[in-house]
């Protein structure tokens, strides 16, 4: 599967936006992809985790099990893990940090690849990596269905990307003035009250 297919389930489910988006990361950017509107369907999930899962196996070689953070990679996780035959757990935040909670853990050891939904910055997933190795798990690489930074951002593992876009994303303070007059929208879950 190639990026402009990856692309093509995304414009299809009506999830390619393009406007002015603060993303997850505080960053804005011209252009979001609507994750959810895609998960939703489970023909384009399936499509798109079963290529992912392919990627991970020509990557790393065999996987124990697939973790991804709460609440975006759970979907994606999960199917990833299907079509990896392996078990899927999450990490959720306890007190601000990740952590394996609902009876999950890993085996000492244990070969972990990270499945996340969208990458930006990197930090959802170094996060989550962070929470795996401190549960005793190997990380062999962190996966995503969209690398958004082009390959530049820090996952802290080797990463499997489905598909790489070299999207820009700006602080607030240095947004280009074609963004700057746009009206903001701002459609994730990071800085909604728990």
């Known amino acids: 599967m ?25 960053l804005h950017s011209g252009v979001f992809l609507q994750k959810n509107l895609v998960f939703m369907h489970a023909d384009r999930t399936e499509r798109l985790c079963k290529a992912l899962a392919a990627k991970i196996k020509a990557a790393v070689g ?26 899927s757990l999450y990490v959720e935040r306890e007190g601000g940090v990740f952590k ?15 499945v996340e939904d969208i990458v930006t910055t990197g930090l959802s997933s170094r996060e989550c990596i962070a929470a795996i190795r401190a549960a005793g798990g190997d990380v062999v690489c962190a996966a995503c269905i969209v690398d958004r930074s082009g390959g530049r951002a820090d996952v802290g593992a080797q990463l499997v990307a ?33």
């Open 100 to 114: 394996l909670r609902r009876g999950f853990h890993l085996e000492p050891g244990a070969k972990v690849a990270m």
């Open 62 to 87: 065999e996987v124990d099990v697939v973790v991804s953070p709460a609440v975006g990679g759970i979907i994606p996780g999960y199917e990833t893990a299907r079509h990896l035959g392996v078990p």
């Open 162 to 194: 489905l598909a790489s876009l070299d999207v820009p994303a700006y602080p607030a303070d240095a947004l280009p003035p074609e963004l700057a007059a746009i009206p903001t929208e701002d459609p994730g879950s990071r800085r909604l009250a728990g």
């Open 2 to 26: 190639t990026t402009d297919d990856v692309l093509d389930e995304f414009r299809a489910a009506g999830a390619l936006r393009e406007g002015h988006f603060v993303l997850s990361s505080g």
